[in-house]
């Protein structure tokens, strides 16, 4: 019986978007890499489709190069982050590490009425996660759908707290790069800060070179609770203004 039903949503959802069967190998992929994969998360990879948000091999179950040495991360690796974060309809929500928007284009599909705010260091990559998202939407044929999709890109360093994103508070905050010791505290204080009562904070720490623990902490009463630490992630870093200047300099040389 509920085989039937699953059936029967994927067949209404086809009325909606274009379902491929390599995105649907994508996605059992996922389901099998993440086991009690909720059907709203397995859903969300259906509709958000990574055709729009990367050229080469969409489909693929891996990290990918993007630019500037950032990557997106595995689709299994995404689902795993959402799954932690417990994200329902209503929640506003701060990304770190907008990329190529697909990420928080997953989230805002799962959080809608909620908002999805996502920070990127890169212009470049912010103004091409914009076009990406706008793809998606276009794609869309439905207006229902299409209103799901309401995102805030902001660009600049997100442990500034002269940046805008620190003049709101959230229910959820997680990072799509990795945290170095070096940055650890300053990002605790957003947590402390920015969260709502009962917020949750993830992401992923770098400790030996790119790998570290996927961590989730929760606000309550004032103090940051630890609540889950998983092993064997790999991120790219962390960066902060300084970085993204040294990073320039470097393009610019090999220019």
Known sequence: MKKKLKEK????????????????????????????????????????????FVKHSPYSDEALH????????????IARMLMYLDLFPGLDVLEVGTNTGYHAALVSWLVYPGTVTT????????????????KLIKH?????????????????????????????????????????????????????????ENGLLLFPSREFFDFGNLQLWKFKNGKLQLVLREKGYAF??????????????????KK
């Open 9 to 52: 949503k994927k067949r209404k959802l086809k009325k909606f978007v274009n379902l491929s069967s390599e995105l649907e190998l994508m996605v059992k992929s996922i389901k099998i890499n993440n086991p009690g994969l909720p059907e709203k998360i397995e859903q969300a990879f259906r509709i958000v489709d990574r055709k729009f």
């Open 66 to 77: 993007v630019a500037f040495g950032q990557t997106i991360s595995q689709p299994t690796t």
């Open 119 to 134: 920070i990127e260091i890169f212009p470049e990559l912010a103004e091409n996660a914009e076009r990406n998202i706008n």
């Open 140 to 196: 869309l044929k439905s207006k229902e759908l299409k209103e799901r999709f309401k995102i805030q890109i902001v660009v600049g360093d997100a442990l500034d707290e002269n940046n805008q994103i620190w003049f709101k508070k959230y229910d959820r905050i997680y990072f799509t790069a990795g945290v170095s010791k070096e940055n650890l505290e300053k990002v605790k204080e957003m947590g402390k800060t920015l969260l709502k």
């Open 236 to 253: 790219v870093p962390l960066l902060r203004q300084k970085d993204l200047e040294e990073i320039y300099k470097v393009v610019k040389r």
